[in-house]
């Protein structure tokens, strides 16, 4: 549906889609954001945790906690999640007029104590448990850090739970 702003009036279109002219159209005055964790964590030189396996980390643990989704499931749709990032989504983040890394230093500390069991408990049968087996070895390098100091308006709290955000 077309829409169409009087004086002074702003619209926010939030979602993976909304760089894409095909979606959402395209507005010379409109200011894009790409906002997604990407950073790898790396050690020295040494890659210690990837960009992508912080974002399977954050969905898998949404997904168990508040979309009653095994982590088994989560690791099914993964593969066509990455296909839809890189059809639908990449050839249209650089049109984004500020790119923002939401990644958290801690983060990977703070979401061992909730991704490490889940990802343990993957039966071994799981046709992605190489995968499952890289993360959770990834994991060793981090020191688990207490949710309970995860301030309670943190990105984190999405995915976590304990936030102060409240979604009707």
Same mark, same amino acid.
């Given at each position: 549906?077309?829409?169409?702003?009087?004086?002074?009036?702003?619209?926010?279109?939030?979602?993976?889609? *909304?760089?894409?002219?095909?979606?959402?159209?395209?507005?010379? *005055?409109?200011?894009?954001?790409?906002?997604? *964790?990407?950073?790898? @964590?790396?050690? =020295?030189?040494?890659?210690?945790?990837?960009?992508?396996?912080?974002?399977?980390?954050?969905?898998?643990?949404?997904?168990?906690?508040?979309?009653?989704?095994?982590?088994?499931?989560?690791?099914?749709?993964?593969?066509?999640?990455?296909?839809? !990032?890189?059809?639908?989504?990449?050839?249209?983040?650089?049109? *984004?007029?500020?790119?923002?890394?939401?990644?958290?230093?801690?983060?990977?500390? @703070?979401?061992?104590?909730?991704?490490?069991?889940?990802?343990?408990?993957?039966?071994? !049968?799981? @046709?992605?448990?190489?995968?499952?087996?890289?993360?959770?070895?990834?994991?060793?390098?981090? !020191?688990?850090?207490?949710? !309970?100091? @995860?301030?309670?308006?943190?990105?984190?709290?999405?995915?976590?739970? =304990? =936030?102060?955000?409240?979604?009707?």
């Amino acid at each position: 549906t077309p829409l169409r702003l009087k004086k002074n009036e702003i619209a926010i279109f939030e979602g993976i889609h *909304a760089l894409n002219d095909d979606c959402a159209g395209r507005n010379p *005055a409109a200011t894009c954001l790409y906002i997604s *964790a990407r950073s790898d @964590v790396l050690e =020295g030189e040494d890659l210690r945790f990837k960009g992508t396996w912080m974002r399977l980390t954050r969905r898998a643990v949404r997904d168990y906690n508040f979309r009653g989704t095994g982590v088994g499931e989560t690791m099914d749709m993964w593969a066509n999640v990455r296909r839809g !990032e890189k059809l639908y989504i990449s050839p249209y983040k650089n049109r *984004a007029d500020i790119i923002f890394d939401s990644s958290l230093p801690y983060e990977v500390s @703070v979401m061992k104590n909730y991704a490490l069991p889940l990802l343990q408990a993957v039966p071994e !049968e799981n @046709v992605r448990r190489a995968e499952l087996l890289e993360l959770i070895e990834a994991f060793q390098y981090f !020191e688990p850090i207490d949710p !309970e100091l @995860v301030d309670k308006d943190s990105l984190l709290r999405e995915f976590i739970g =304990g =936030g102060s955000y409240h979604y009707s």
